[in-house]
C-alpha cells in the first residue's frame, strides 16, 4: 500500500511540479503529516526531492529527474495495450492516423521494458477491427468543422435548410450525426443533402 503511495507521490511531482504536501494529501486521500513522512522516505532512498518552507513552498522533484516507472499494474498495461491496438475511424475522419501513429509509438517507448513486453503481448495476440465508416466526404469536412468550431449550412434532401453550430459527432459504420448547440439536439445524417462548411467560427462552452 504505502508503495504504491510512493510511486503516485513521484509520479504526480513529476507530472505536475511543485505540489504543497495539503495538495498531495488531498488526491492521495491521507493526511499531510503522512505525506511528510513519505517524502522523508523517498529522500532517504535517494530521491532528489527538494521540500520549499514558506508561503511559496511545497515539494518538488530536483535536478529534472525524471523516472520510467508509470504505476501501472500488469492487467492495466495489457488494457492499454488493447486500447492503443485499436483503430478509432474519428481519426481518419480528422486526418490524424499518421500522428495517433507516431503518437503510439513515443508513448509505448516512455514505458519501462516490462510494460512494453505486456502491451506487445497483447497487441500480437488480439486485433480490434473497426468497422468501415461509408466513404462519404461530409464526414471529413464535418469532423474538422466540430474540431474548429465551425458553422455549418445543411440542406436536406426536402430542400429545406438549417445553420447549425456543431458540437459533438457521433460516428459508426451505418450512419452519423452532430449535435448542434444552438437546440442541444442531435441531427441525424439520413436526410441530410448538401453541407456548407462557413469560414466563421463559433464560441462554444
Known amino acids: 500500500m504505502r508503495a504504491a503511495r510512493l510511486l ?21 486521500e491521507v493526511a499531510p503529516r503522512t505525506i511528510l513522512r513519505d517524502v522523508d522516505a523517498m529522500t532517504e532512498a535517494g530521491l532528489p ?48 492516423r499518421q500522428a495517433a501513429k507516431q503518437a503510439r509509438a513515443k508513448l509505448i517507448e516512455s514505458f519501462p521494458d516490462r510494460t512494453r513486453e505486456h502491451i506487445a503481448a497483447m497487441t500480437a495476440r488480439f486485433t480490434l477491427v473497426p468497422e468501415t465508416l461509408a466513404d462519404d466526404p461530409r464526414i471529413r469536412a464535418l469532423a474538422l468543422a466540430v474540431q474548429d ?6 440542406r436536406f434532401t426536402s430542400s429545406a435548410e438549417q445553420t447549425i453550430h456543431p458540437t459533438a459527432m457521433e460516428m459508426t459504420a ?10 442541444g439536439l442531435w441531427i ?5 443533402g448538401r453541407v456548407n462548411i462557413s469560414a ?5 462552452e
Request: with cysteine; aromatic share 8%; hydrophobic share 45%.
Open 8 to 28: 503516485q507521490i513521484l509520479l504526480l511531482l513529476q507530472n505536475r511540479g511543485r505540489q504543497t504536501s495539503v495538495q498531495l494529501a488531498e488526491e492521495l
Open 49 to 96: 526531492i527538494i521540500v520549499f518552507q514558506g508561503n511559496q513552498g511545497g515539494i518538488e522533484l530536483g535536478f529534472n529527474y525524471r523516472t520510467r516507472l508509470t504505476g501501472l499494474a500488469e492487467d492495466e498495461a495489457k488494457a492499454l495495450g488493447l486500447i492503443l491496438a485499436a483503430e478509432n475511424p474519428m481519426i481518419d475522419a480528422l486526418g490524424l
Open 174 to 183: 451505418q450512419a452519423w450525426r452532430v449535435k448542434d448547440e444552438l437546440t
Open 149 to 154: 468550431c465551425k458553422t455549418v449550412r445543411i
Open 188 to 192: 441525424e445524417q439520413f436526410d441530410w
Open 200 to 204: 466563421k467560427r463559433f464560441s462554444s
